[in-house]
Antibody, heavy 118, light 107 residues
Framework: QVQLQESGPGLVKPSETLSLTCAVSGYSISSGYYWGWIRQPPGKGLEWIGSIYHSGSTYYNPSLKSRVTISVDTSKNQFSLKLSSVTAADTAVYYC???????????WGQGTLVTVSS | DIQMTQSPSTLSASVGDRVTITCRASQSISSWLAWYQQKPGKAPKLLIYKASSLESGVPSRFSGSGSGTEFTLTISSLQPDDFATYYCQQYNSYFFTFGPGTKVDIK
Protein backbone atom coordinates (compact mmCIF):
# COMPACT_ATOMS: atom_id res chain seq x y z
CA GLN A 1 0.00 0.00 0.00
CA VAL A 2 1.40 3.36 -1.05
CA GLN A 3 1.53 5.99 1.68
CA LEU A 4 2.22 9.66 1.09
CA GLN A 5 3.14 12.39 3.56
CA GLU A 6 3.54 16.08 2.76
CA SER A 7 5.96 18.32 4.63
CA GLY A 8 7.09 21.92 4.41
CA PRO A 9 6.54 25.41 5.82
CA GLY A 10 3.00 26.33 6.73
CA LEU A 11 3.63 30.04 6.17
CA VAL A 12 5.27 31.66 3.17
CA LYS A 13 5.76 35.36 2.49
CA PRO A 14 4.36 36.98 -0.66
CA SER A 15 6.76 36.92 -3.64
CA GLU A 16 8.76 34.06 -2.13
CA THR A 17 8.90 30.41 -3.22
CA LEU A 18 6.66 27.75 -1.71
CA SER A 19 8.51 24.44 -1.28
CA LEU A 20 6.88 21.17 -0.28
CA THR A 21 8.07 17.58 -0.17
CA CYS A 22 6.07 14.36 -0.38
CA ALA A 23 7.64 11.30 1.24
CA VAL A 24 6.58 8.01 -0.34
CA SER A 25 6.51 4.71 1.54
CA GLY A 26 5.36 1.27 0.49
CA TYR A 27 6.53 1.68 -3.11
CA SER A 28 9.68 2.69 -4.97
CA ILE A 29 9.10 6.03 -6.64
CA SER A 30 11.23 5.00 -9.62
CA SER A 31 9.29 1.80 -10.35
CA GLY A 32 6.27 3.32 -11.99
CA TYR A 33 3.21 5.39 -11.11
CA TYR A 34 2.79 9.08 -11.69
CA TRP A 35 3.14 11.51 -8.82
CA GLY A 36 1.23 14.74 -8.57
CA TRP A 37 0.35 17.82 -6.59
CA ILE A 38 -3.20 19.09 -6.16
CA ARG A 39 -4.30 22.08 -4.12
CA GLN A 40 -7.54 23.31 -2.58
CA PRO A 41 -8.04 26.92 -1.46
CA PRO A 42 -10.12 27.23 1.71
CA GLY A 43 -13.77 26.52 0.93
CA LYS A 44 -13.10 25.91 -2.77
CA GLY A 45 -12.57 23.04 -5.19
CA LEU A 46 -9.59 20.97 -6.25
CA GLU A 47 -6.96 22.25 -8.68
CA TRP A 48 -4.37 20.03 -10.31
CA ILE A 49 -0.95 21.69 -10.15
CA GLY A 50 1.20 19.19 -12.03
CA SER A 51 2.56 15.67 -12.24
CA ILE A 52 5.83 13.84 -12.77
CA TYR A 53 6.12 10.37 -14.28
CA HIS A 54 8.59 7.64 -13.44
CA SER A 55 10.29 8.52 -16.74
CA GLY A 56 11.04 11.97 -15.32
CA SER A 57 8.63 13.76 -17.65
CA THR A 58 6.71 16.60 -16.07
CA TYR A 59 3.36 18.13 -16.95
CA TYR A 60 1.99 21.29 -15.40
CA ASN A 61 -1.32 23.10 -15.23
CA PRO A 62 -1.03 25.76 -17.97
CA SER A 63 -2.31 28.41 -15.56
CA LEU A 64 0.61 27.75 -13.18
CA LYS A 65 3.28 26.47 -15.56
CA SER A 66 5.51 29.54 -15.43
CA ARG A 67 5.85 29.26 -11.64
CA VAL A 68 5.89 25.50 -10.97
CA THR A 69 8.66 22.92 -10.75
CA ILE A 70 8.10 19.30 -9.71
CA SER A 71 11.07 17.02 -9.19
CA VAL A 72 11.88 13.56 -7.84
CA ASP A 73 14.63 12.45 -5.47
CA THR A 74 14.87 8.70 -5.94
CA SER A 75 17.55 8.36 -3.25
CA LYS A 76 15.08 9.63 -0.65
CA ASN A 77 12.00 8.15 -2.33
CA GLN A 78 10.27 11.50 -2.39
CA PHE A 79 9.10 14.16 -4.79
CA SER A 80 8.88 17.91 -4.40
CA LEU A 81 6.93 20.98 -5.45
CA LYS A 82 8.28 24.48 -5.88
CA LEU A 83 5.89 27.35 -6.63
CA SER A 84 7.54 30.71 -7.12
CA SER A 85 6.32 34.29 -6.71
CA VAL A 86 3.46 33.31 -4.45
CA THR A 87 0.56 35.60 -3.57
CA ALA A 88 -2.37 35.29 -1.20
CA ALA A 89 -4.23 33.46 -3.98
CA ASP A 90 -1.82 30.55 -3.49
CA THR A 91 -3.06 29.98 0.05
CA ALA A 92 -4.45 26.46 0.04
CA VAL A 93 -4.26 22.93 1.35
CA TYR A 94 -1.67 21.20 -0.83
CA TYR A 95 -2.03 17.46 -1.44
CA CYS A 96 0.44 15.06 -2.97
CA UNK A 97 -1.07 12.06 -4.73
CA UNK A 98 -0.18 9.12 -6.97
CA UNK A 99 -1.76 6.99 -9.65
CA UNK A 100 -0.91 4.05 -11.90
CA UNK A 101 -2.24 4.00 -15.41
CA UNK A 102 -5.88 4.53 -14.52
CA UNK A 103 -5.96 8.25 -15.21
CA UNK A 104 -6.85 8.91 -11.59
CA UNK A 105 -5.13 9.55 -8.28
CA UNK A 106 -5.40 6.37 -6.25
CA UNK A 107 -3.46 7.42 -3.17
CA TRP A 108 -3.40 10.78 -1.42
CA GLY A 109 -1.45 12.39 1.38
CA GLN A 110 -3.36 13.98 4.23
CA GLY A 111 -2.71 17.48 2.91
CA THR A 112 -0.85 20.44 4.35
CA LEU A 113 -2.14 23.99 4.70
CA VAL A 114 0.14 26.66 3.29
CA THR A 115 -0.73 30.27 4.04
CA VAL A 116 0.81 33.10 2.07
CA SER A 117 1.05 36.15 4.29
CA SER A 118 3.60 38.71 5.42
CA ASP B 1 -7.53 22.98 -22.00
CA ILE B 2 -10.39 20.64 -21.20
CA GLN B 3 -12.98 22.18 -18.89
CA MET B 4 -15.24 20.17 -16.61
CA THR B 5 -18.70 21.08 -15.35
CA GLN B 6 -20.85 19.33 -12.78
CA SER B 7 -24.54 19.50 -12.02
CA PRO B 8 -26.08 20.16 -9.68
CA SER B 9 -23.68 22.18 -7.55
CA THR B 10 -25.66 21.24 -4.44
CA LEU B 11 -28.05 18.36 -3.93
CA SER B 12 -30.31 17.86 -0.94
CA ALA B 13 -31.37 14.27 -0.38
CA SER B 14 -32.58 11.83 2.25
CA VAL B 15 -31.16 8.52 3.40
CA GLY B 16 -32.31 5.84 0.99
CA ASP B 17 -32.67 8.18 -1.99
CA ARG B 18 -31.19 7.38 -5.38
CA VAL B 19 -28.78 10.18 -6.26
CA THR B 20 -27.33 11.06 -9.66
CA ILE B 21 -24.58 13.61 -10.35
CA THR B 22 -23.65 14.64 -13.89
CA CYS B 23 -20.22 15.66 -15.16
CA ARG B 24 -19.54 17.08 -18.60
CA ALA B 25 -16.24 17.59 -20.42
CA SER B 26 -15.66 20.36 -22.95
CA GLN B 27 -14.34 17.79 -25.43
CA SER B 28 -14.27 14.02 -25.69
CA ILE B 29 -12.17 12.27 -23.08
CA SER B 30 -13.19 8.71 -24.01
CA SER B 31 -13.55 6.97 -20.63
CA TRP B 32 -10.77 8.81 -18.80
CA LEU B 33 -13.01 10.03 -16.01
CA ALA B 34 -12.72 9.51 -12.27
CA TRP B 35 -14.98 10.33 -9.32
CA TYR B 36 -13.87 11.26 -5.82
CA GLN B 37 -15.65 11.74 -2.50
CA GLN B 38 -14.34 14.37 -0.09
CA LYS B 39 -15.39 15.02 3.48
CA PRO B 40 -14.48 18.19 5.40
CA GLY B 41 -10.85 18.28 6.48
CA LYS B 42 -10.02 15.07 4.63
CA ALA B 43 -8.24 14.19 1.42
CA PRO B 44 -10.37 13.13 -1.54
CA LYS B 45 -11.08 9.41 -1.84
CA LEU B 46 -11.17 7.68 -5.23
CA LEU B 47 -14.53 6.01 -5.90
CA ILE B 48 -14.64 5.31 -9.64
CA TYR B 49 -11.94 5.28 -12.33
CA LYS B 50 -12.12 4.90 -16.10
CA ALA B 51 -15.72 6.12 -15.93
CA SER B 52 -17.25 2.91 -14.58
CA SER B 53 -14.65 0.86 -12.68
CA LEU B 54 -15.30 0.65 -8.96
CA GLU B 55 -12.22 1.22 -6.81
CA SER B 56 -11.42 -1.66 -4.47
CA GLY B 57 -13.22 -1.35 -1.14
CA VAL B 58 -15.83 1.13 -2.37
CA PRO B 59 -19.44 0.04 -1.69
CA SER B 60 -21.36 -1.30 -4.66
CA ARG B 61 -24.10 1.33 -4.21
CA PHE B 62 -21.71 3.66 -6.08
CA SER B 63 -21.63 3.32 -9.85
CA GLY B 64 -20.38 5.35 -12.76
CA SER B 65 -21.33 5.49 -16.41
CA GLY B 66 -20.76 7.47 -19.57
CA SER B 67 -18.14 8.11 -22.21
CA GLY B 68 -17.08 10.90 -24.50
CA THR B 69 -18.29 14.11 -22.88
CA GLU B 70 -21.09 13.12 -20.50
CA PHE B 71 -20.74 11.05 -17.36
CA THR B 72 -22.82 10.21 -14.30
CA LEU B 73 -22.16 9.07 -10.76
CA THR B 74 -25.06 7.24 -9.15
CA ILE B 75 -25.55 6.33 -5.52
CA SER B 76 -28.30 3.73 -5.53
CA SER B 77 -29.40 4.18 -1.91
CA LEU B 78 -27.89 7.12 -0.06
CA GLN B 79 -26.37 6.24 3.31
CA PRO B 80 -25.51 8.59 6.21
CA ASP B 81 -21.79 8.21 5.42
CA ASP B 82 -22.36 9.46 1.86
CA PHE B 83 -23.08 13.09 2.73
CA ALA B 84 -20.01 14.76 1.25
CA THR B 85 -18.73 16.66 -1.77
CA TYR B 86 -18.15 14.75 -5.00
CA TYR B 87 -15.66 15.73 -7.71
CA CYS B 88 -15.17 14.40 -11.20
CA GLN B 89 -11.73 14.52 -12.80
CA GLN B 90 -10.63 14.03 -16.39
CA TYR B 91 -7.32 12.76 -17.73
CA ASN B 92 -6.23 13.60 -21.25
CA SER B 93 -2.72 13.44 -22.70
CA TYR B 94 -1.03 13.61 -19.29
CA PHE B 95 -3.12 16.57 -18.11
CA PHE B 96 -5.76 16.48 -15.39
CA THR B 97 -8.74 18.73 -14.64
CA PHE B 98 -11.19 18.54 -11.76
CA GLY B 99 -14.83 19.51 -11.88
CA PRO B 100 -16.13 22.19 -9.50
CA GLY B 101 -17.77 19.68 -7.17
CA THR B 102 -21.27 18.67 -6.05
CA LYS B 103 -22.17 18.91 -2.39
CA VAL B 104 -24.66 16.30 -1.20
CA ASP B 105 -26.33 17.40 1.99
CA ILE B 106 -29.18 16.26 4.19
CA LYS B 107 -32.67 17.21 3.09
Amino acid sequence: QVQLQESGPGLVKPSETLSLTCAVSGYSISSGYYWGWIRQPPGKGLEWIGSIYHSGSTYYNPSLKSRVTISVDTSKNQFSLKLSSVTAADTAVYYCASGYGSGSFDYWGQGTLVTVSS
Amino acid sequence: DIQMTQSPSTLSASVGDRVTITCRASQSISSWLAWYQQKPGKAPKLLIYKASSLESGVPSRFSGSGSGTEFTLTISSLQPDDFATYYCQQYNSYFFTFGPGTKVDIK
